[in-house]
């Protein structure tokens, strides 16, 4: 089984609506959900299909401040859910 890619990102608290209006505009190009609403951070799971869309989208948002630590890790899923699947 194919895992999306993982991201996650802090996301400006104040522009965190429009952030998330912005990312749901684009249908099915990535999965958010916050992670930590006390430090506003967020996690993205990414289709590779979308991903160069995905990547470009992020890549305008930090460079307009909405974006900070930006990073593609692990996807936690996968690690976690090894048994998931099995029978």
């Not at 965190?16 to 990312?23: E, I, N």
């Not at 593609?72 to 998931?84: F, I, T, Y």
């Amino acid at each position: 089984m194919e895992y999306c890619s993982y991201y996650q990102a802090t996301i400006a608290r104040r522009e965190s609506w429009f952030f998330v209006a912005v990312l749901h505009s684009y249908d099915h190009m990535s999965f958010d959900r916050t992670l930590d609403i006390q430090n506003s951070v967020f996690e993205f799971f990414v289709p590779q299909a979308t991903e160069h869309y995905f990547l470009e989208a992020i890549k305008q948002l930090e460079e307009r401040g909405l974006v900070f630590d930006f990073k593609k890790l692990p996807n936690r899923l996968a690690q976690e859910g090894k048994d998931l699947w099995s029978a």
